[in-house]
């Protein structure tokens, strides 16, 4: 197990190396911490705030939020008549606008490259961030002989790579799994996983996905008693311990709620198995936990 820290650590430091800088803002005597999208005569200044997408445009001193309430049903579309002010200047048009942020970098760079010969913006195809959670739980350990059917509590750490821009749907999670003996199935396992994550459901509060484990390193221990055939019978435990590595294809659902600066995490985890065989026992994986934007 000890063996599992170092890479956990090597993870926790790319992650502080790549962070996207940000910077404070103060818009209408409120500050924000913005994300620069497009930098130039025109700069576009987003963030997620409090669950909720944000965007806002830069020009000068002079920052204006983009926004799009609702009034009676119809949308009221503010953000085209303020890029229209700012862009008052040059011809570009807002019909097709849309508040998202690819459609905003378009018109933003579009905008730019008018006022200015020498603007150049290279698109960045992805915007890596990190999410770092704790959870704990319960199993039954279906991939492994448990005779009795046993639940054993578990716990753990996540580490989420996500993409915000062009893969917002997708995201790879270094997983790190403990679980402990009970009073019954003595077996215990340190586990690293890698998986990969589908949301199928994405929004800004809410995201449901499908999970699929494609790769663990397990290092398991169990204690095993038999009897030897003697006058009187003598009663063995016997310890044994191993690791293997192997790419189990499991799948497993969840779904992330946003509180705070995080999300309130819930999984079921390997419910079926493509590469890996079970005691025929029903699946019973479930964790909860909480993570957090580093």
Known sequence: MKSLFPILALFLILSVGTLQAQQQYTVDGQTYTLNTEVEGTLTLLWNTIDGEYRYFSKKGSDIEEL??????????????????????????ST???????????????????????????????????????AFVGITNSVYT?????????????????????????????????Q??????????????????RFKFIKTPKFD????????????????????????PPVLVTDNKSGSDFNAPVTF???????????????NYNDIVGLNVESNDEFPVDFTLGYKFNL
Do not use: M, W
Request: proline fraction near 3%.
């Open 252 to 266: 497993g659902l969840g779904a992330d709620y946003k509180v705070g600066n995080g999300y309130i995490t819930f």
């Open 145 to 177: 002989l448990n005779p009795t059917n046993e639940l054993q509590p578990i716990a753990g750490v996540d580490l989420e790579l996500i993409d915000n821009v062009k893969l917002r749907r997708h995201s790879i999670v270094f997983r790190f799994k």
């Open 95 to 133: 019909e097709k606008l849309n508040l998202t942020l690819p459609s905003l970098r378009s018109f933003f760079v579009e905008y730019n490259k008018l006022k200015d010969p020498n603007f150049s913006n290279v698109e960045e195809s992805i915007d890596l961030q990190f999410r770092l959670g």
């Open 67 to 92: 926004k799009n309430t609702k009034q009676n049903g119809d949308y009221q579309e503010e953000y085209k008549k303020v890029l229209e002010q700012q862009t008052s200047d040059a011809v570009v």
């Open 208 to 231: 449901a996905f499908i999970n699929c484990k494609f790769a663990s390193l397990t290092f398991s221990q169990r204690e095993i008693e038999y009897v030897i055939e003697s006058n």
């Open 179 to 196: 679980t402990f003996e009970s009073s019954k199935y003595k077996y215990s396992a340190s586990q690293l996983s890698l998986n990969y």
